[in-house]
């Protein structure tokens, strides 16, 4: 069993920035990949990026150049770099991993955290 917690979520201005964090339980997780996703009110729940075991990177396109991921194996941790943050990026952000590429695909992984809340106004 893998748990996951993110934090770093906020309250933030139009063109600010935030880091998300997601700690991960277990020694596997460099085995896994990770990505994270985001919902916000009546939308659907979408990727916003994810970042294999090989650490091959994906973005949806409206965050490109802004949002980068990235993950240190030996702290078990993912990491979301968002800067130049607009007001649609507003959403719960959840973390999530697992041992197929589905994970990173548009469907999640296996495990998922509980969700950071971003609110990006002014």
């Known amino acids: 069993q893998v748990q996951l917690v993110e934090s770093g979520g906020g309250l933030v201005q139009p063109g600010g920035s935030l880091r998300l964090s997601c700690a991960a339980s277990?020694?596997?997780?460099?085995?896994?990949?990770m990505a994270w996703y985001r919902q916000a009110p009546g939308k659907e729940r979408e990727l916003v990026a994810g970042?294999?075991?090989?650490?091959?990177?994906k973005y949806m396109d409206s965050v490109k150049g802004r949002f980068t991921i990235s993950r240190d194996n030996a702290k078990n941790t993912l990491y979301l770099q968002m800067n130049s943050l607009k007001p649609e990026d507003t959403a719960v952000y959840y973390c999530?991993?697992?041992?197929?590429?589905?994970?990173?695909?548009?469907?999640?992984?296996?495990?998922w955290g509980q969700g950071t809340q971003v609110t990006v106004s002014s």
């Open positions: 999530t991993g697992g041992a197929t590429i589905a994970t990173i695909s548009g469907i999640g992984g296996t495990y």
């Open positions: 970042i294999t075991r090989y650490d091959v990177t």
């Open positions: 277990g020694s596997i997780f460099s085995r896994y990949h």
